[in-house]
């Protein structure tokens, strides 16, 4: 990386892949990663300024009678106040470690708000596309097996949709995301130079992926 700021790196991957117990691990190892960082519990003025900055968009939508529906619009805000909180931070750190960031957000926007060639959204999503290809660096696609993820699912405490049902709708929320999660890094792959490795944790420690994953971004952050 020769930008002069820190490596962003983002982790991608269906519910129950590990995303956050390897965030935790690696920065835990390295103090130079800054981890913690993602769509959630951003700073209310960063949220508002995009919320501003979005309002052109929602007129837009308005006027051609395609109105923006309303968690569509928060994660739209969300996203870009992510982008200005990264800015700030990449002149602080060496490495960034996002935990349901860009891809995370446009790949949900596909999976709840799935729209079909609507100019006003579409030409959104070219410039926040645009935007974090300028920003990211490395995404790192983290899964396991549906049988594995359905189980991680219902057995941990924190709360998801789909934690209450029947394997297949959770096997089926896994894929679509999968899907979406291909669709939005070949986006961005084709407007600026994202690396894409992938890491297994069906059988693997969370050790030995943390090891893994800080000698690819330890590459990355030495220029190679």
Known sequence: MSRGRAVIVELVGPAGAGKTSLAHDVSARDATVRSGLSLWGLPRRHLAASALALAPTVAAAALRGTRLRTGELAQMIRLDALRRVVRQEATRHRIILL???????????????????????????RRAVADWALLLDVVVFIDASD????????????????????????????????????????????????????????????????????????QKRNGH
């Not at 060639?117 to 030409?123: D, K, L, M, S, T």
């Open 147 to 218: 049988v594995t993820l359905a189980e991680r699912i219902r057995t941990r405490d924190k709360p998801h949709m789909v934690k209450d049902r029947p394997d297949a709708e959770i096997f089926g929320f896994a894929e679509g995301f999968r899907n979406a999660f291909d669709r939005v890094i070949a986006e961005i792959t084709r407007v600026g130079h994202l690396v894409v490795n992938a890491l297994s944790t069906e059988r693997t420690a969370v050790r030995d992926n943390a090891n893994r994953l800080l000698a690819t971004l330890q």
């Open 99 to 125: 935990d349901e960031g860009p891809v995370f957000a446009l790949s949900w926007l596909d999976v709840f708000f799935r729209r079909n060639g609507e100019p006003v959204p579409a030409a959104w999503r």
